[in-house]
């Protein structure tokens, strides 16, 4: 597996951006993704996920704004973030793994797989 982040950008409150990670290596559909992100100071969160093939799942800051997809056949996953806030400003990491179990799906530590990261910066 080998991730590729890519779409941040520059948006001002209550705009939309899409995040997209591409897995170089085509094993994704094996993994279990998620999407993480991290603000200065601050430690990684979990931001959404889909835990193996079920239903994607969010936290609490961002559900109902942004939406987790996957394309097994393109192995890639996506972000699709709207009504953006100032406070989810950070740098956006991908990320992919096969050893977490249900109860530990949104600890980043339960990842071996992490894109590089790109910036979301919204501004007013």
């Known amino acids: 597996v080998q991730l590729q982040a890519s779409g941040g950008g520059l948006v001002q409150p209550g705009d939309s951006l899409r995040l997209s990670c591409v897995d170089s290596g085509r094993s994704l559909s094996r993994q279990s993704v998620a999407w993480f992100r991290q603000s200065p100071g601050k430690e990684r969160e979990f931001v959404a996920g889909?835990?193996?093939?079920?239903?994607?799942y969010y936290s609490e800051s961002v559900k109902g704004r942004f939406a987790i997809s996957r394309d097994n056949a393109k192995s890639t996953v996506d972000l699709q973030m709207n009504s953006l806030k100032l406070e989810d400003t950070a740098v956006y990491y991908c990320?992919?793994?096969?050893?977490?179990?249900?109860?530990?799906?949104?600890?980043?530590?339960?990842?071996?797989?992490w894109g590089q990261g790109t910036q979301v910066t919204v501004s007013s």
């Open positions: 889909i835990f193996r093939s079920s239903a994607p």
């Open positions: 990320a992919a793994g096969s050893r977490m179990i249900l109860s530990t799906r949104t600890w980043a530590t339960s990842y071996d797989y």
